[in-house]
């Protein structure tokens, strides 16, 4: 038998052409341990700082992503494929995290007293541990990273970052703008490194924290990896949420906003409508509208603003997801529209609904990551609650009703999910929690919440006498 001989570098691909980006080379060993120490040394300093000096760079890396907006979300788009338009809107996304980390960080993560049984004073503080490695995903190239490094730098910790291979650039970009933001040498670093290497810095006794968006099997393996180092994880994994059309929603703006929510960022997102579970008084009206708005979607090159759907992001995610339409209807579900993947350059796959929708198959119960939807029908509004919630998975959802407080008791009390949106489809609000339940993973960002991810919560406790 031969031997594997492993390569040294890999290349981004443009997905709506199919054509090299660039190509990078994966680092050394004796690299990554290098800027494991370089992170800890600047990590013993950054602790020390107070809010307002950290503050004041993350503001800065703030402006910097809207300084450098028009070249970030070009490189963004030309290496995962979402339109420009939308890159350009997550580039400013970005920008109000590092704003409202920066302003309330102090508030957040302040000193709190309490009275000790023997009268004497309790204070809890949250301190930082250290270095946070985040694995990140290809779908959001600047957000996902945003999302941790911000919290945690503002929290006092230093952050390593493994991103997808194929948004290397956004990466090398990103660490460029926060150097030029002022961030000290160490804080946020880049590894461009196989998976090997990555479990060598999880298991590596520097790195305190692992934090991965990615799939629940992806899950899986890193929060087991982590566990055995007794290291603590924040898990944001996959779903296929489900959007519900009652009995009295507004059914032109469900369309409108349940089309929004499928297509935006071209399908492929963790917390996208995927799962559409109409009541039968409105199953035929919604059906009809939404199957027409799908198909008249316009689908081309993402630096088009009068294109609504750009490519996916690579050739095997298309594949993937056309195997997964193709085993649905194998197994009963129907094409309304769609269905098939274009041909010539690029990674396209049309806007598609399926019905006849059934357990058992993929488009019920697993996660489609791209434009395909799946239409449900329920008998009444219990019956949607019941399906909604049959599914491994728990990150969001979507009610649509004019009775705005019969929805919101529906949310609280019956929504088996992390976030629930009503009347609308939404992404991200960075004064909001955001996370999920069962296979959707664990811990919160966003809100306040993933600034106490990564912290020591420590009780200092001083006698009365």
């Not at 700082?49 to 907006?69: D, H, T, V």
């Not at 004497?120 to 946070?132: E, R, V």
């Not at 949420?241 to 009652?246: E, S």
């Not at 059906?287 to 689908?299: C, H, Q, S, T, Y």
């Amino acid at each position: 038998m031969g031997t594997e001989t492993k390569t040294n570098t890999f290349e981004t691909i443009n997905p709506l052409n199919g054509k090299t980006l660039e190509t990078y080379e994966y680092m050394s060993d004796k690299e990554v341990d290098s800027i494991i120490e370089k992170s800890h040394e600047a990590f013993l300093e950054w602790r020390f700082k107070s809010f307002e000096e950290r503050g004041k760079i993350i503001k800065s890396i703030g402006q910097e992503l809207k300084n450098y907006k028009s070249e970030l979300s070009e490189i963004m788009t030309n290496e995962m494929g979402k339109l420009l338009k939308q890159s350009h809107q997550e580039v400013e996304l970005c920008a109000a995290i590092c704003n409202y980390c920066a302003e309330n960080a102090s508030e957040i993560l302040k000193n709190e007293e309490r009275e000790l049984s023997d009268g004497g004073k309790g204070i809890i503080t949250y301190s930082p541990i250290g270095i946070i490695y985040g694995i990140q995903p290809w779908n959001y190239p600047s957000y996902q990273v945003i999302r941790y490094a911000i919290t945690n730098l503002m929290a006092g910790n230093s952050v390593l970052l493994k991103h997808a291979a194929n948004v290397t650039g956004t990466a090398k970009l990103l660490e460029n703008l926060f150097k030029a933001a002022g961030l000290p040498e160490g804080l946020f670093t880049i590894v461009v490194i196989d998976h090997d290497q990555s479990d060598n810095i999880i298991n590596h006794k520097l790195v305190r924290g692992v934090t991965l968006t990615g799939s629940p099997d992806a899950g899986k393996v890193i929060g087991k990896k982590a566990g055995e180092q007794l290291k603590k994880t924040v898990l944001e994994l996959g779903s296929n949420d489900a959007y519900l059309v009652l009995s009295d929603a507004d059914i032109e703006l469900a369309v409108e906003k349940s089309v929004q929510g499928r297509i935006y960022n071209n399908g492929e997102t963790c917390i996208a409508a995927k799962r559409f579970i109409a009541v039968e008084a409105v199953y035929d009206n919604f059906k009809d509208a939404f199957v027409k708005a799908m198909n008249d979607l316009k689908m081309g090159d993402p630096n088009d603003e009068n294109i609504d759907l750009g490519p996916m992001a690579r050739k095997d995610l298309r594949e993937k997801i056309h195997e997964q339409v193709t085993e649905s209807v194998d197994k009963g579900a129907e094409i309304l529209c769609g269905g098939k993947p274009k041909d010539g350059d690029g990674f396209f796959y049309p806007a598609t609904v399926l019905g006849n929708v059934k357990p058992g198959q993929p488009a019920y119960d697993d996660e489609l990551f791209g434009p395909v939807a799946s239409l449900i029908r329920a008998i009444d509004n219990e019956d949607a609650m019941r399906i909604a919630n049959d599914s491994r998975f728990g990150l969001g959802g979507g009610i649509f009703s004019k009775d705005v407080d019969g929805a919101i008791k529906l949310a609280e009390k019956h929504f088996d999910t992390g976030m629930v949106f009503i009347n609308s489809f939404g992404l991200a609000e960075p004064n909001m929690p955001f996370g999920g339940v069962k296979d959707s993973g664990y811990g919160r960002e966003h809100g306040g919440f993933g600034m106490k991810e990564f912290v020591n919560t420590k009780s200092i406790l001083i006698s009365k006498d």
